[in-house]
């Protein structure tokens, strides 16, 4: 199928891919062992210091709750909201599902910092100034369209049928979309969480123009902190989240394979 | 469609209340889009072409569209757009279909290689990036190690550096689109038109090319919308050197308070996003 050449050059750019995409982590990981507050690499040697400072940062508990809160609140919602759509579109007796799929996905292609801005002025001239509300509704429209663009494309692939015969061999109707349709939409559902979840907790462009100075979100006090005073604390942050992270797919791995999952990620 | 066959039921409910219910399934999502975006982007529409007296007026786009300085940021963003989704589609592409062939735990720690990154903070990646391309950085020093360069050359703040970075940040985004088609592509129509005569170009031209470009939309799609509005790479990577649409729009609001103009440049930078998303939409309709 291919010429030996090109699959010499295919595996070349993947294997480069791969170190191009890990040379950062590898950076943020070496420089959170720095002995020293500036990075030099190669280390002259390890320690553990900034591990130790980590939650000594200036308002970085309130800063990670309320990353941590906005995140998992606007995907439990998300997801619920999403999935409900995604089966109403993927059935495909509405008119319109097309149309209405596009639109449900369309936020996650528009400029974060343009809707962060609609979003201020919107949300000031209707009076809504409770910024932790503000922040999760706001949030709302970050993850939505990752839980609905995984699960449309997970249930348009899914086969309705499969619940009837279920039923027909004797299954509840609650039975059957238990036992046939949450697992194969298990992976589906996995990487829409976990993309909602981290998209939400990462996100800048929109939050920035929704925070106070009492309620600042864990990126924009990231931002702040590199600009003023950036040391290795914040890779040592990083890296714990990296490892959290890296766990979590080991788990989803296991699960239902990574394989799948990024066969559901278009 | 077949789904729609496939997934008619046994017994037929009656149409007008499975209507319903779909409808009420949508809902909910559908309220949140309508009030949390698609109202405040039609407000942000009115602020620009609003005056600070309530009058009505053109001079925030004259102002944006009329400067040779802020043709040049446009053109700033849309270059930075353009270079990064292609460079990440000719890495992406080719390396999706090494990525199909691996099996067992090397497709596990490939795939690991490209969700991975995206755990990491934007912010702290670019930040890591920074520390790479620095003078006495890392990438200075091996260049100068192995000979290629006797002094360090500066990187950082250039517009090399802001690709690179951009480049790294959104490459996910291009790669698992493209690996999803990849992977569920069927080397029998490949074959098939190989027993038939066809030449390896032909193949890849003719039957390669049109089976994956569902993944190749979505990835360009997704790369470009999320490359010509970024806003913590440039800052990071180039500054004040490289001004883009998204750092005119926030210092438009955080500094000059200037909502009017900030809102004219967010309209311009919808725009160029929505016609990616329409053009995508209508390529990806199409007949394969």
Redesign the interface.
């Known amino acids: 199928?291919?010429?030996r050449l090109?699959?010499i050059?295919?595996?070349v750019?993947?294997?480069?891919?791969?170190l191009?995409?890990?040379?950062?982590?590898v950076?943020?990981v070496a420089?959170s062992f720095s002995p020293t507050p500036v990075?030099?690499?190669p280390l002259s040697g390890a320690s553990l210091r900034w591990y130790g400072r980590i939650g000594r940062l200036d308002g970085f508990w309130p800063s990670l709750f309320l990353s941590l809160q906005i995140a998992v609140l606007s995907t439990a919602l998300s997801l619920?909201?999403?999935t409900?759509?995604a089966?109403?579109?993927a059935?495909?007796?509405?008119p319109g599902a097309t149309a209405?799929g596009?639109?449900?996905v369309?936020?996650?292609?528009?400029?974060?910092?343009?809707?962060g801005?609609?979003?201020?002025?919107?949300f000031r001239?209707i009076g809504f100034t409770a910024t932790w509300s503000a922040l999760l509704?706001?949030h709302?429209?970050v993850t939505?369209p990752y839980v609905?663009r995984t699960m449309i494309a997970g249930l348009?692939r899914f086969?309705?049928?499969l619940i009837?015969a279920a039923r027909?061999l004797g299954c509840t109707y609650a039975g059957s979309v238990m036992r046939v349709m949450v697992p194969a939409l298990a992976p589906s559902f996995l990487i829409a969480g976990l993309?909602s979840l981290?998209a939400s907790f990462?996100n800048?462009?929109v939050s920035?123009?929704l925070t106070d100075v009492r309620s600042k979100t864990l990126?924009i006090r990231?931002?702040q902190y590199?600009e003023e005073a950036?040391d290795p604390t914040?890779?040592a942050l990083?890296t714990l989240?990296?490892a959290?992270?890296?766990v979590l797919?080991l788990i989803s791995?296991r699960l239902v394979g990574?394989?799948r999952?990024?066969?559901?990620?278009? | 469609m077949t789904d729609a066959v496939l997934s008619a039921p046994i017994v037929k409910p009656a149409p007008d209340r499975e209507r319903l219910a779909a409808f009420g399934f949508v809902a909910p999502s559908l309220l949140i889009i309508a009030l949390v975006f698609v109202l405040p982007l039609a407000l942000l529409l009115g602020v620009s072409v609003l005056d600070p007296k309530g009058g009505v007026t053109s001079a925030h786009y004259v102002r944006l569209l009329g400067t040779p300085y802020y043709l040049g940021v446009i053109w700033n963003s849309l270059r930075l757009g353009l270079l990064t989704t292609l460079i990440a589609f000719l890495v992406s592409y080719p390396a999706a279909f090494a990525l199909a062939r691996a099996r067992g735990p090397l497709r596990s720690i490939l795939l690991a290689t490209l969700f991975l990154p995206l755990a990491a903070s934007v912010i702290v990646k670019a930040f890591a990036w920074t520390i790479l391309l620095r003078s006495d950085g890392l990438i200075n020093a091996v260049l100068i190690a192995v000979g290629i360069i006797e002094d360090p050359i500066r990187m950082i703040f250039t517009q090399t550096a802001l690709i690179v970075g951009a480049v790294n940040i959104f490459l996910p985004f291009m790669a698992l689109p493209i690996y999803a088609v990849v992977a569920q592509l069927d080397g029998r129509y490949a074959e098939a038109a190989a027993t038939l005569g066809a030449s390896p170009l032909v193949v890849f031209f003719r039957v390669i090319l049109p089976l994956t470009l569902p993944g190749i939309i979505a990835g360009v799609a997704l790369v470009f919308s999320l490359s010509v509005s970024a806003y913590v790479v440039p800052t990071l990577l180039v500054g004040e050197k490289y001004p883009t649409l998204a750092t005119t729009i926030a210092k438009a609001y955080l500094l000059a308070r200037e909502p009017g103009f900030g809102a004219a440049a967010g309209v311009v930078l919808l725009a160029i996003a929505v016609i990616v998303v329409a053009l995508s939409a209508t390529l990806s309709r199409e007949p394969k």
């Not at chain 1, 059935?91 to 509405?94: I, K, Q, S, T």
């Open positions: 199928m291919m010429s090109a699959i050059v295919c595996w750019l993947a294997i480069g891919l791969a191009f995409l890990l040379l950062p982590l950076v943020i420089a990075f030099d690499l619920v909201a999403g409900l759509a089966i109403a579109i059935r495909g007796r509405l209405l596009t639109l449900l369309s936020p996650l292609m528009m400029p974060g910092l343009v809707l801005i609609a979003l201020l002025q919107y001239m509704v706001a709302l429209v939505l609905a348009s086969d309705f049928t009837e027909t993309f981290l990462d800048y462009p920035i123009f990126p990231m931002l590199i950036p914040l890779a990083s989240i990296l959290g992270t890296l797919l791995d990574l394989h999952m990024a066969g559901t990620a278009d």
